[in-house]
């Protein structure tokens, strides 16, 4: 009889499962822009797919627990807040960037985001930043510059536009990460997921009320694709992630989670042909170094 697994060990599979379809949702979302279905019709699909999931998931955990679904007033501007300009931001600056440049490119800009909070706990002085947080920052900003091979300037097929929404993207991801921390940490984790997506789903809706009318969305199924990428790619790994960060702890978990660019990097090369050369894997991994400078040290 096989020994079952240590709840640790499940933690650490789901991590990992939750980093690859973290993968494959900017690989599959950059083959769909491909597809020429614009970034803001994606984003509708996404937000309401998710929106509607998570609420339905919300219910039966309430019949499961007891746990009612409830909205805080004091949470009411800080959940407005964090879904427009964390969540949404983050999501329609990085398919912009995906419209201009690489998968592998734009999942580095965003992946910046620990540095991005580094930075600005250093200027803000907030939060104590140690010699390891400045030298996580040094390593990121080098491995960029690998990535980017700015060296090689006849060799450059990137966008400069490209560039800065992928970094406002991971600005904004940033932005996503403290603003939670500061202001949202005592509001259950599944309840503010519900609530960010569903300011989202709003907020894309009247920002592209008509774009069902768009015959690339419906015809020849691709809306039933559409809706198949939320459920498989939007939800599943936010889902895995969670249980992940319940099994594990939040630090193991994002330590983990940074296999996301790697993995990133290689769905990108089988089903994208991206290719990188020496110089710009090596910025990866001074890249990944640095978030799990950043996470290990926080623990």
């Given at each position: 009889m096989s020994e079952k697994l240590a709840p640790s060990k499940i933690g650490y599979i789901l991590a990992i499962a939750s980093a690859f379809f973290y993968a494959l949702q900017v690989v599959v979302g950059k083959l769909i822009?491909?597809?020429?279905?614009?970034?803001?019709?994606?984003?509708?699909?996404?937000?309401?797919?998710?929106?509607?999931?998570?609420?339905?998931?919300?219910?039966?955990?309430?019949?499961?627990?007891?746990?009612?679904?409830?909205?805080?007033?004091?949470?009411?501007?800080?959940?407005?807040?964090?879904?427009?300009?964390?969540?949404?931001?983050?999501?329609?600056?990085f398919y912009l960037a995906m419209e201009r440049v690489s998968a592998g490119i734009c999942s580095m800009l965003l992946y910046l985001c620990p540095v991005y909070v580094c930075i600005f706990f250093m200027i803000t002085g907030i939060r104590k930043i140690t010699f390891f947080n400045k030298l996580s920052v040094v390593l990121a900003f080098v491995g960029a510059v690998f990535v980017l091979n700015i060296f090689a300037l006849e060799e450059m097929k990137w966008s400069g536009l490209g560039l800065a929404v992928g970094c406002i993207s991971g600005i904004c991801y940033a932005f996503y990460g403290v603003h939670a921390d500061l202001k949202l940490k005592d509001m259950p984790v599944e309840q503010m997921l519900f609530y960010m997506y569903l300011v989202g789903t709003i907020t894309f809706w009247v920002l592209n009320p008509g774009f069902i009318s768009d015959p690339l969305v419906v015809e020849g199924g691709r809306m039933q694709f559409l809706v198949f990428c939320v459920i498989i790619l939007q939800v599943l790994p936010m889902a895995l992630l969670n249980l992940a960060i319940r099994a594990i702890g939040s630090n193991k978990a994002t330590v983990i989670a940074t296999a996301e660019l790697p993995i990133t990097i290689v769905l990108a090369y089988i089903f994208l042909k991206e290719q990188m050369v020496a110089v710009q894997l090596f910025g990866i991994l001074l890249i990944v170094a640095a978030i799990v400078i950043i996470q290990v040290k926080k623990e």
């Open positions: 822009l491909q597809e020429g279905i614009a970034a803001r019709d994606l984003l509708v699909v996404q937000y309401s797919g998710a929106t509607i999931l998570l609420f339905l998931f919300l219910i039966i955990r309430h019949k499961q627990t007891g746990v009612k679904v409830k909205m805080d007033r004091k949470f009411l501007k800080s959940i407005i807040i964090q879904g427009s300009l964390g969540c949404c931001l983050t999501t329609f600056f």
